[in-house]
């Protein structure tokens, strides 16, 4: 499949999006090809946008500068404040090295980093969230989640559409039992912990699908209007944090559309993935009320 411009954004356009603002959370793990959104795919989606813009990310220790602590993997929130002037250098770094801020300064777009956010103390309170978690779905498992949702985004909510732009990934790892990272587990990048690996991988990752269902939930439960891309239109991560994972270049993959767990099914079909054997997929839809 070719993927050009006014393909992809004759796609954005035919879903009407009419809200007055957009809130785009964009795949950006580290600045190592295909474990990033690419400028120019977010440069596609907010031009074909005339709302107001929010891109909202959290910090990861892997963007691109040497890491300043002792071990990446065990930055939660608390060990990660000691080295907060550390990440904000790198995410200069890494929008910078990606291309990505021309893009956001050029089209006026507003950035969100949850962790700052969370860090600053500028967060909603945490009833009013459980207020609208519950009316959707029936249960969570980290309930400080309820804590970490960013005023900025909960104010303009019901104004706003929440746009998962995910970069596909397949993965082998047993424990993990991932297998393809689309458009829900995409969400998981907002759980502020720098790392999100401890507690929320937790031992031999027994913890990992819950907790992606757990970000997924708590802001779809948020956003009533949404839009769900998964896309390797240039690049695919394939085997990804596993032996042999290598990057899979110019396939045009492409899937768009309202329900994320019709994408992300359609996604597991591009590579032979059973989406019923993806754990977070069925522990979303056993939820919902």
């Given at each position: 499949m070719v993927v050009d411009k006014a393909v992809f954004q004759?796609?954005?356009?035919?879903?009407?999006i009419d809200t007055e603002?957009?809130?785009?959370?964009?795949?950006?793990v580290s600045i190592q090809g295909g474990q990033h959104t690419e400028a120019r795919l977010l440069e596609w989606l907010l031009e074909a946008l005339p709302q107001r813009k929010i891109l909202v990310e959290s910090y990861t220790p892997w963007r691109g500068l040497r890491y300043a602590g002792t071990d990446a993997l065990a930055t939660d929130l608390d060990s990660g404040k000691q080295h907060w002037e550390f990440y904000r250098k790198q995410d200069v770094h890494f929008l910078r090295q990606t291309n990505n801020r021309a893009v956001m300064d050029r089209l006026g777009v507003r950035y969100v980093n949850v962790t700052n956010e969370v860090w600053d103390e500028r967060c909603a309170p945490a009833a009013a969230v459980r207020e609208l978690y519950d009316a959707k779905y029936c249960s969570i498992h980290w309930e400080a989640l309820f804590r970490w949702v960013p005023r900025?985004?909960?104010d303009i909510r019901?104004?706003?559409t929440l746009i998962s732009l995910a970069k596909i990934k397949t993965e082998c790892c047993p424990d993990k039992r991932i297998k393809l990272s689309g458009t829900v587990k995409n969400l998981f990048?907002?759980?502020?912990h720098p790392s999100r690996y401890e507690p929320f991988h937790g031992n031999k990752h027994r913890m990992l699908h819950p907790s992606i269902a757990d970000a997924f939930c708590l802001y779809d439960s948020l956003f009533a209007r949404s839009v769900w891309v998964a896309e390797g239109i240039w690049t695919v991560v394939r085997n990804n944090c596993c032996e042999g994972e290598y990057v899979d270049e110019n396939r045009g993959l492409l899937v768009?559309?309202?329900?994320?767990?019709e994408v992300d099914r359609q996604a597991c079909e591009l590579f032979s993935i059973?989406?019923?054997d993806i754990a977070y997929l069925t522990i979303i839809q056993r939820r919902t009320r």
């Open positions: 004759r796609s954005i356009e035919a879903l009407g603002y957009v809130v785009v959370k964009p795949n950006w900025a985004l909960f019901e104004r706003a990048g907002l759980i502020p768009i559309g309202r329900d994320p767990i059973d989406p019923t």
